[in-house]
């Protein structure tokens, strides 16, 4: 399946987690720090009064509660504005 952002959405794939133990106990993915960086995989075209300076393949920091989550053929991404992106990791 193919997904198109729209107007100025970005599609991003968030990093993998770090798998962290404490003291040998492997801590839950549910207790784990939800990524705040991640691979640009697909843009919107922008609107008229902002241009897209994001472009596929950009890694992003984001914003802790930023975009909302999608499922993909068994992969988690988020759509998310291209204001929520903090920043282009180069």
Not at 40 to 67: F, P, Q, R
Not at 72 to 87: E, F
């Amino acid at each position: 399946m193919k997904i198109q952002p729209l107007a100025d959405r970005v599609l991003v794939k968030p990093a993998p987690a770090e798998e962290k133990t404490i003291g040998g106990i492997i801590i839950p993915d549910t207790a784990k720090e939800k990524p705040l960086q991640g691979e640009v995989i697909a843009v919107g075209n922008g609107t008229k009064d902002e241009a897209m300076v994001l472009k596929a393949g950009d890694t992003v920091l984001y914003g802790k509660y930023s975009g909302t989550e999608v499922e993909l053929d068994g992969t988690k991404y988020l759509i998310m504005r291209q204001s929520d992106v903090l920043a282009i990791l180069g």
